[in-house]
């Protein structure tokens, strides 16, 4: 768990899982991303907490239906969209955060990248260096990727002209300019902030987005659990509405829900993955030879559990004994039985900013919408939409339509 990159390496499986050679995610700038994330995001998230709320009651509004009739959405588009619109202002500012053509990117770049390595890992080893990068999928990511560069581009050329020639500038707080102040000249942070913008679609709004699509899809089957989720929210919250990062402390069943959900339609079958640099040693005696692959499963999928879906159960858990309230309890945990975040040193850094999105959004959509599947009433966890397996991911069935209508005023 705590062997050194050098030794066990993270990066290296990473970019071997997303073909970097052919579909270009810069790697090499995951450790900046990592580092600003966890000393520059993370410890300023109670002070962005209502701003990422403003975000995604903007998103909401924009994307979802305003009636009460019953429509029928695309939820994992929906999702998408709301998750790109309510990420790109902390990403790269105001100046893009209402951009269409910069919001259509980002949400392309995550739809192309994945058909884009699904087409290179379907070509022969042998004949990649050649094929791959004439591939249709390939091509076609390439210029969505030159697109974004371009936003990314206007964005720091308009930044570095207002740092210089106006006196009363003000750099923003978001995740451009603090990549840009780590940067040493302007060609780093040009080159950096684009392949930061990629790694934070990929590593941030691609999750949250999956994980909103996987609790609406068992939402949508299990009504008996909404309203008591929306009693919780209007316990927790104060009449204005806002959401503070301490208010969503106080939402155990919300958070009870989530991890119910992802331990039952668990999101990655390995999520601990490394590759030998230099030969190592385990406790045991077993010598790890260099190029060799370690793989550890999702303790759920191999551990035997209680079948009984129970979205409360971790809420009345803590809820039984809470001055002794454990942290094995809660969603947001990450160890070596809890691998929903990763484990080790490259537990997933930016999982404080993904809990504030995904429980900021549930909450707006679980208050203010009802959710159903399709056609008649079809409740029960056996019609939910099955999930879908892909290499080492477990996917929510993708493009599938769900109804959802504006819950009316209380009176």
Known sequence: RKVPEEVLSFYDMFSKSVEEEYTHVNTAFVPTVVETIKRDLSPKLYEITPAICDEVDSAIK??????????????????????SKASSHL????????????????????????????????????????????????????VTVT?????VKRVIEKRDQASRTDPNWNPPEDM????????????????GCAAAQIILILGIINPVMLTLVSILHTLAVTPEYVEPLREEIRNNLPNDGSISAQDLKGFWKLDSYLKETGQVYHPVIEPYFRSVRKGFTLSNGQFLPPSATVVVPNPSIITPGDQIFDGFRY????????????????WLIANETEFR??????????????HHVIKITLIRLISNYDIRMPGEAQIGLHNRYPTIEFGSSVLPAVDKPLMVRKVKARS
Request: glycine share 4%.
């Open 62 to 83: 924009q994307y979802l239906p305003s009636h009460d009739d019953w429509t029928e959405i695309n939820t994992s588009k929906s999702m998408l969209d709301i998750v």
């Open 91 to 142: 990403f790269a500012g105001s100046d893009v955060s209402n951009n269409a053509d910069y919001l259509e990117c980002t949400r392309d770049y995550i739809v192309h990248l994945f058909e884009a390595i699904k087409e290179i890992k379907g070509t022969r080893p042998w004949l990649r260096p050649l094929l791959c990068p004439r591939l249709s999928k390939v091509k076609r990511l390439v």
């Open 147 to 151: 697109r974004l560069k371009s936003h």
């Open 176 to 191: 451009m300019q603090w990549l840009i102040n780590r940067s040493e000249s302007q060609t780093d942070y040009l080159e």
């Open 315 to 330: 809420s009345k858990l803590r809820e039984a004994k809470p001055q002794e309230d454990q942290p094995n309890h809660r």
């Open 341 to 354: 975040w990763g484990v080790g040193n490259h537990v997933c850094p930016g999982r404080f900013y993904a």
